[in-house]
């Protein structure tokens, strides 16, 4: 069993930045993916970001040059740094962690950015 938990949402002001993190704890593989999605209200889920265990990443378009992902394998932790927040980065953001076939999730913290 695989347990993601998911820290550092909040309110923020149009061009703040916050700081997400997410553990993992349980049995899956060292070769992993670990990365975000969010979900905004009425729209489907959608990546935001992906790193792999040996530190390759992945980027949405519409958060490439703001957003930086990370990872601490030590401690089972992906980071995702959100700067130059806009509006439209409101949503539910889910952690994910892919082991193998398997897909995990977490059960997602809610970032908000007023205008």
């Known amino acids: 069993q695989v347990r993601l ?7 923020v002001q149009t061009g ?5 993190s997410c553990a993992a704890s349980g049995n899956f593989f ?3 993916v670990m990365g975000w999605y969010r ?3 009425g729209k489907e889920r959608e990546l935001v970001a992906t790193i792999t265990s040996g530190g ?3 980027y949405a378009e519409s958060v490439k040059g703001r957003f930086t992902i990370s990872r601490d394998n030590a401690r ?13 980065d ?3 953001y ?16 809610q970032v908000t950015v007023s205008s």
């Open 5 to 11: 938990v998911e820290s550092g949402g909040g309110l």
């Open 16 to 20: 703040g930045s916050l700081r997400l």
């Open 30 to 32: 060292g070769d992993n």
């Open 39 to 41: 979900q905004a209200p």
């Open 56 to 58: 390759i990443s992945n």
């Open 76 to 88: 089972n932790t992906v980071y995702l740094q959100m700067n130059s927040l806009k509006p439209e």
């Open 90 to 92: 409101t949503a539910a």
């Open 94 to 109: 889910y952690c994910s962690l892919r082991s193998g076939v398997l897909f995990h999730w977490g059960q997602g913290t």
